[in-house]
């Protein structure tokens, strides 16, 4: 399973999204919602925690 969270206050923005071991649903909604805010979020996926930024693209995260 996987959430996603606003990177700026920690904000629950969506979960129980299929993680990364299922499908790519929840990388696909990280990328659909950082690119419609603007700004990153963060991805507590299967596979690891991600920095999704606005352009689609994606780094390893490290929580603030």
């Given at each position: 399973?996987?959430?996603?969270?606003?990177?700026?206050?920690?904000?629950?923005?969506?979960?129980?999204?299929?993680?990364?071991?299922?499908?790519?649903?929840?990388?696909?909604?990280?990328?659909?919602?950082?690119?419609?805010?603007?700004?990153?979020?963060?991805?507590?996926?299967?596979?690891?925690?991600?920095?999704?930024?606005?352009?689609?693209?994606?780094?390893?995260g490290?929580w603030?």
């Amino acid at each position: 399973m996987a959430a996603i969270y606003d990177y700026e206050n920690g904000n629950e923005i969506c979960n129980g999204l299929q993680g990364s071991d299922a499908c790519d649903e929840a990388i696909d909604a990280a990328r659909g919602i950082a690119c419609d805010r603007g700004e990153d979020v963060y991805l507590c996926d299967d596979d690891g925690e991600w920095v999704v930024h606005p352009d689609g693209s994606r780094e390893a995260g490290d929580w603030k």
